[in-house]
């Protein structure tokens, strides 16, 4: 059984700071790999998607790398923001569409 | 496009009731899933379907059931609600094992 985790659990940083969360999984059989957000009381917004072909995915800020030999992921946020303040989530997928989901980095950055 | 769009966004039931979450995407996606989200945790898959009259159990499908007799809907039913069952339900959507795009979740009380 697929099992996602992320640590830490929770991260409070300074603005300006540029910052890692990470993502682990126990089997490497993966098809794909998702970073989510989450702010209080809504859905998820989708951030990156990396194939499992892939090694990295970049969006303005942020990058996302994986390895999927090593079961680890990380979410590279630069020059972090007050509104970059959310929940983090992994989602690690089968080709068959399922998807397991770690329970999420919360981060808080400081004005 | 609404994307995704789920009904009700809110709801209560007493123990035994049942009742059916709404879910209906406008972007031709084959691929549809259920999840649930407690305090504090990720989210679980609890039914999924790869195309119109195809659906297949996720991690925790005890309780729930589903049909998908259309691309756009896939209603989840709760057959005898239970305390257990209190979470937000959110549903998603994709083009295939790829990008998921989710709803603003049902917060579902059962008393």
């Known amino acids: 059984k697929q099992e996602v985790t992320q640590i830490p659990a929770a991260l409070s940083v300074p603005e300006g700071e540029n910052l890692v969360l990470n993502c682990s999984f126990t089997d490497s059989a993966i098809y794909n790999l998702q970073w989510f957000r989450q702010d209080p009381g809504k859905g998820l917004t989708s951030l990156l998607l990396i194939q499992s072909s892939q090694r990295e995915q970049t969006s303005g800020r942020l990058n996302a790398s994986l390895d999927k030999s090593s079961g680890r992921s990380t979410l590279y946020i630069a020059a972090s923001q007050p509104g970059d303040s959310a929940t983090y989530l992994c989602?690690?997928?089968?080709?068959?569409?399922?998807?397991?989901f770690g329970d999420g980095t919360t981060l808080t950055v400081k004005p | 496009n609404a994307g995704v769009t789920q009904t009700p966004k809110f709801q209560v039931l007493k123990t035994g009731q049942s009742m059916t979450l709404q879910c209906a995407q406008d972007?031709?996606?084959?691929?549809m899933s259920w999840y649930r989200q407690d305090p504090g945790m990720g989210l679980r898959l609890i039914h999924y379907?790869?195309?119109?009259?195809?659906?297949d159990q996720g991690e925790v499908p005890n309780g729930y059931n589903v049909s998908r007799s259309t691309t756009e809907d896939f209603p989840l039913r709760l057959l005898s609600a239970a305390p257990s069952q209190t979470s937000v339900y959110f549903c998603a959507s994709s083009w295939g094992p790829d990008t998921q795009y989710f709803g603003p979740g049902t917060r579902l009380t059962v008393l």
């Open positions: 989602a690690v997928g089968t080709n068959a569409g399922k998807s397991t």
């Open positions: 972007m031709n996606h084959e691929y």
């Open positions: 379907s790869v195309g119109a009259g195809i659906t």
